[in-house]
């Protein structure tokens, strides 16, 4: 392994880092990152074996498809995440929109639910819907749930689709929920919580770009896409609200994080309460775009 011989990245390649990472998936790298990014791009050029960044960049920035280059988007991207995080989603998804649902598609004939989880990270957000759904429709008589779960990182992707969790990943679950729908399993270097078959069997992961054309027609009855927008700029959050809402069935809602709000720039959603936001049912724009 080659000795890096700069340990910072000059403005000029900053710059152009930053315009291609903007480009290629909406992360503004502005506003006091540069010590961070710098610090996981040096972790990249020391395990690639270049001399300095700027030969990193030289030969990474011009192939968005390579190998490479996904392995510096994932480092440059942050996956904190746990099980029933924000937990006071999966309770008005529980208590209020759920039945909502149901009850407006039971009348159409159409009892099913569409879920999506845009930036899913290692799995745990797009399981712990798996699981709140499965309990709302424990006592009736709908099996037609499926969530679509999204990220761009294939390293946490890879995670996700197995479905194995050290015990202490897992201690945010219910005990009864935990004997419900995780098998304790021993692995190797120490036992894992399986998620179990039924709920692999309802979410779909999938890697997607949020910045590139989306491989699908259908509408979502809810989508959460959570401390992901943190990382665009206003006019990238804009662009990605408005698709949102687009793809979203008449009376869905947006759950984002808790750090982040639609205010600033106008939508089409109707504020429910902070971090929640409602496409109304006659999808008529919202009074006060600007709310929230």
């Not at 920035?61 to 904190?80: H, R």
Request: hydrophobic content about 40%; aromatic content about 10%; overall charge positive.
């Amino acid at each position: 392994m080659l000795t890096v011989n700069h340990n910072f990245i000059d403005d000029a390649d900053y710059a152009r880092l930053g315009e291609v990472v903007h480009r290629h998936c909406g992360i503004n790298l502005a506003g006091g990152k540069k010590e961070m990014v710098t610090s996981r791009i040096l972790k990249r050029v020391s395990q690639g074996g270049y001399e300095t960044i700027t030969h990193y960049l030289d030969a990474v920035l011009p192939n968005p498809s390579g190998v490479e280059f996904g392995a510096m988007i994932d480092a440059l991207s942050t996956n904190l995440t746990h099980f029933f995080r924000e937990n006071a989603h999966f309770e008005y998804l529980t208590r209020t929109h759920i039945p909502a649902i149901l009850a407006r598609k039971t009348a159409q004939g159409v009892p099913r639910i569409r879920a999506w989880s845009a930036g899913c990270s290692t799995g745990e957000e797009p399981y712990t819907l798996g699981i709140v759904v499965k309990e709302a429709l424990s006592h009736m008589r709908v099996h037609d749930a499926k969530i679509l779960a999204t990220d761009i990182s294939n390293r946490v992707l890879n995670v996700a689709v197995t479905g194995r969790y050290k015990p202490e990943v897992v201690e945010a679950v219910n005990p009864a929920l935990r004997a419900k729908y995780f098998k304790l399993v021993q692995m190797n270097d120490g036992p894992r919580h399986q998620v179990n078959g039924d709920l692999t069997a309802m979410v779909s992961f999938r890697k997607l770009n949020l910045m590139d054309t989306w491989p699908f027609t259908g509408t979502f009855d809810f989508i959460f896409c959570r401390n992901v927008m943190i990382y665009f700029d206003k006019a990238t959050q804009a662009r990605l609200v408005e698709r949102f809402w687009q793809q979203m069935e008449p009376g869905g809602v947006l759950f984002t994080g808790h750090s982040e709000s639609l205010l600033g720039f106008a939508h089409k959603f109707k504020y429910v309460e902070p971090t929640i936001y409602m496409k109304m049912p006659d999808s008529a724009p919202a009074t006060n775009v600007m709310s929230g």
